[in-house]
């Protein structure tokens, strides 16, 4: 079981903590992605320096290697990685489904095979659940289907459907122990009348937290923002509030403003490793010839190493020579920079000036833009 303490609100705008076995959460989190047991190219001590206080994992990529029994013969995922705060996994499902022809969906699981050497694979409720258990997950989520965008609504509706029954038993599995939990995952496309079906599906069985799937698939930013609008709000004010995949820096200011207390999102290590920084005033493409004799930071209002100790010119250099360096710093200046935004957030809400907060920064930061 998890704790978790709203501490205030700014109209929808949350601020609270939620409490794990290894340690608090500050709420609103971003959390990093350590897909396969590691925030790729960073060392866990890098993930902590930048204030970092849950990362993910990913039951269908540990599963496949090293194994979670493997996993589990190490003591868990937190000392496997030496990740000692809390951790939680993805349950596999979004990996499973974008497998296209390398699985079969039935009543009972996805059998499918693995897109490393072939193998044959079943994965069902039950069988993820026990995945996270030995990965020892301080976050479980329940196993679902995330149908592809667009879909047909009776689709979506099936989809929907099976993805609850599916929670049934991934809740009935699921081992309950103090400072650990399982949350529930609102489907049902981009319809309001499924989405409440999912809610009132979801929260029947009770979860220690509700997560929003089904959208960064592709729909826009506008549409994403008006799901919210009515998803985030049904959801139990005394529950945490998890969107899941998303995303940019814009979506999680408008996501907060909307209710959403957690996220996740590749975009910032895997922009590091492709030469994009995030920054207070737009993305920077560290490949484009502007930055080459440039001897100013990143981010002139930015604290991490990278923008500590070296120049635009320097990472240019880096990044255009093809130096891992480059990726490291940029992944750890991305991942700080998500960091300092979640702090802002929290004290915007807690100083009851987060409206003002999400109006500058969007006018500021509109459309992501890159430079």
């Not at 959460?25 to 001590?45: D, L, R, S, W, Y």
């Not at 996805?110 to 030995?134: A, N």
């Not at 995030?278 to 502007?290: P, Q």
Request: proline share 4%; net charge neutral; glycine share 10%.
């Amino acid at each position: 079981m998890l704790k978790f303490n709203l501490k205030t609100t700014e109209n929808k705008a949350r601020r609270g903590e939620l409490e794990t076995a290894h340690g608090t959460i500050q709420t609103p989190a971003f959390m990093p992605v350590g897909t396969c047991g590691t925030v790729k190219a960073m060392t866990p001590e890098m993930v902590k320096s930048t204030g970092a206080e849950i990362i993910l994992g990913n039951t269908y990529h540990l599963m496949l290697r090293p194994t979670a029994e493997r996993v589990a013969s190490f003591g868990g995922l937190h000392k496997f990685m030496n990740w000692h705060g809390p951790i939680l996994t993805d349950s596999g499902g979004f990996q499973v489904m974008s497998l296209s022809g390398l699985r079969k969906i039935t009543e009972e699981g996805v059998s499918f095979q693995s897109h490393i050497d072939g193998s044959k694979h079943m994965l069902s409720p039950e069988r993820s659940m026990e995945i996270q258990y030995l990965l020892d997950s301080n976050i479980t989520m329940a196993f679902d289907e995330c149908i592809k965008y667009p879909s047909p609504k009776p689709a979506v509706k099936k989809s929907m459907e099976m993805s609850m029954r599916w929670a049934k038993r991934s809740k009935d599995a699921f081992k309950d122990r103090a400072g650990y939990g399982i949350f529930g995952i609102v489907q049902g496309g981009m319809h309001e009348d499924l989405r409440m079906q999912s809610i009132k599906a979801l929260t029947d069985i009770g979860f220690d937290g509700y997560a929003i799937g089904g959208l960064a698939v592709g729909e826009g930013q506008e549409m994403m923002f008006s799901v919210l609008d009515y998803t985030a709000s049904s959801l139990p004010d005394d529950k945490p509030r998890y969107l899941m995949g998303v995303g940019r820096p814009s979506d999680i200011v408008g996501s907060v403003l909307r209710g959403v207390d957690m996220f996740d999102c590749v975009m910032p290590s895997r922009s590091g490793r492709t030469g994009q920084a995030f920054t207070s005033h737009g993305v920077l493409n560290m490949r484009n010839a502007c930055h080459i004799d440039d001897h100013s930071p990143l981010d002139a209002e930015c604290t991490c190493p990278a923008c500590t100790h070296y120049t635009r010119g320097y990472i240019h250099h880096l990044i255009r020579a093809g130096e891992i360096l480059g990726s490291m710093l940029l992944t750890q200046h991305n991942i700080h920079f998500y960091q300092n935004l979640m702090r802002q957030i929290r004290l915007a809400i807690e100083e009851n000036r987060y409206q003002q907060f999400h109006d500058e920064f969007m006018a500021k930061y509109a459309h992501d833009r890159k430079m």
